[in-house]
């Protein structure tokens, strides 16, 4: 079952702008995740934020969670070329169970030069 | 540390044929977890293993099974292969379970003629 939705789906901009994606999902978690996938290839853990967070950072990256929402964006500062790629969020429900961590379809983020 | 490993990369097969894929996750790892992902589906969770004992389970038929051995290395099997499970299957370590940090491996690429 697909529990987190990205939004857009897919984000152009130029080298130097911020890009921002969010992320919504249907029931109580205990923690989300962001990944970014590179073409096809394996999935890079980015930034893991608990239900009792509301932002966090790491380099360039900016996470917010919003549980009363169920909602998170992750924003890219400064982009470069390298984030193109496409970044999916995961989450885990409280009620643990047998989906291990439940992805979202992910937002194509693709970075102009 | 040495990264996730998948073998083989890249795999081509014919429909009722076997398919055994092989993960080994992170020295002092011992939870692996596996994924198919497709472009229909996106990432979907098929089980997780954690010293050697199957601990979680998604949603797929028992035609998908795995194991894991004594040193944490995995294996799926997939039998009977139908067109559909065409797919890039990931693999992914963690040292705190399948909702924590995962580490994936670059995939093994399936596809069933």
């Known amino acids: ?113 | 540390k040495a990264g996730v490993t998948q073998t083989p990369r890249y795999l081509i097969k014919t429909r009722g044929q076997q398919v055994t894929l092989s993960c080994s996750p992170i020295s002092g790892h011992r939870s692996v977890s596996w994924y198919q992902q497709t472009p229909g589906q996106g990432l979907q969770f098929l089980f997780e293993y954690f010293s050697e004992t199957q601990r979680n389970k998604g949603n797929f038929p028992g035609r998908f099974s795995g194991r894991q051995f004594s040193n944490s290395r995995s294996e799926m099997n997939v039998s009977t292969l139908e067109l559909g499970d065409s797919a890039l299957y990931l693999c992914a370590s963690s040292s705190a379970g399948t909702y924590n940090e995962q580490f994936f491996g670059p995939g093994t690429r399936l596809t069933v003629l």
């Open chain 1, 1 to 113: 079952s697909q529990q987190g939705e990205e939004d857009p789906q897919a984000l152009s901009i130029q080298e130097g702008e911020n890009a921002t994606m969010n992320c919504s999902y249907k029931t109580s978690i205990n923690n989300l995740q962001w990944y970014r996938q590179n073409s096809g290839r394996g999935l890079v853990h980015l930034i893991l934020i608990r239900s009792n967070e509301r932002e966090k950072h790491s380099g360039r990256l900016r996470v917010t969670l919003d549980t009363s929402k169920k909602s998170s964006s992750l924003l890219i500062t400064a982009s470069r070329a390298a984030d193109t790629a496409s970044y999916f969020c995961a989450t885990d429900a409280t009620g643990g169970g047998a989906d291990g961590l439940t992805f979202g379809k992910g937002t194509h983020l693709i970075i102009q030069p």
